[in-house]
């Protein structure tokens, strides 16, 4: 159980396009989910925490207007990279967790920026 | 940043030995975790301390946490090749109402065979 998936697990656009991950929890239902960026050999930095039905808690620095979060349901929560640009270029990671729970990671997206 | 700092930030070894990843950091904890990272994927979950603990197993894996010195160490025995990975703590606490981890900065594992 506790399996969280990711779609696309890798994109490629231009640079203006708006991008859409999907983050699902496939077995269970997600009080939370969490939107983390990865640069290559860095750690990983949280964008924003998301509670099904509220708006998105964004981290310091993250731009709300520039990465759009919605969880709409207790299984999906979406990360729409707006206008993306070179920079945006970055390993986006999810993760669900349950009431009183750990969080559980998804695989990853790889986003490339043309 | 709440980030936390581990040391070292690469280490190689050969196949059978050791290997011990130190990590710091600055905030008071519910948990701490530790999570591999094969290169290019996402993370697996390897073992939770939670801050009453002092140390836990797990197979060859073994967690110490120092609340009093906001360190925790991973000691993976008998390594093996399939074990390179980077390795990163991280550290849960109640922020805003929910439970974020803060990562560490990472240990990249090398074994070579």
């Known amino acids: 159980g506790a399996v969280v998936s990711q779609h696309p697990s890798w994109v490629i656009c231009k640079s203006g396009t708006s991008v859409k991950i999907e983050c699902r929890s496939l077995?269970?239902?997600?009080?939370?989910m969490f939107w983390y960026r990865q640069f290559p050999k860095q750690s990983l930095m949280l964008m924003a925490t998301s509670n099904e039905g509220s708006k998105a808690t964004y981290e310091q620095g993250v731009e709300k207007d520039k990465f759009l979060i919605n969880h709409a349901s207790l299984t999906l929560s979406t990360l729409t990279v707006t206008s993306a640009h070179p920079e945006d270029s970055s390993f986006y990671i999810c993760?669900?967790?349950?009431?009183?729970?750990?969080?559980?990671f998804g695989p990853g997206t790889r986003l490339t920026v043309l | 940043s709440q980030q936390g700092e581990e040391d070292p930030q690469a280490l190689s070894i050969q196949e059978g030995e050791n290997a011990t990843m130190n990590c710091s950091y600055k905030?008071?904890?519910?948990?701490l975790q530790w999570y591999r990272q094969n290169s290019g994927r996402g993370l697996v979950h390897l073992i939770l301390?939670?801050?009453?603990?002092r140390e836990k197993h797990s197979g060859r894996l073994r967690v110490t946490l120092d609340t009093s010195k906001k360190s925790s160490s991973l000691l993976i025995t008998a390594s093996r090749a399939a074990d390179t990975a980077s390795y990163f703590c991280?550290?849960?606490?109640?922020?805003?109402?929910?439970?974020?981890?803060?990562f560490g900065t990472g240990t990249r594992l090398l074994v070579s065979p």
């Open positions: 077995d269970f239902q997600a009080t939370t």
């Open positions: 993760s669900a967790r349950r009431l009183g729970d750990e969080q559980f």
């Open positions: 991280a550290t849960a606490y109640i922020g805003t109402g929910f439970q974020k981890l803060v």
């Open positions: 301390i939670r801050s009453n603990e």
């Open positions: 905030t008071s904890i519910n948990n």
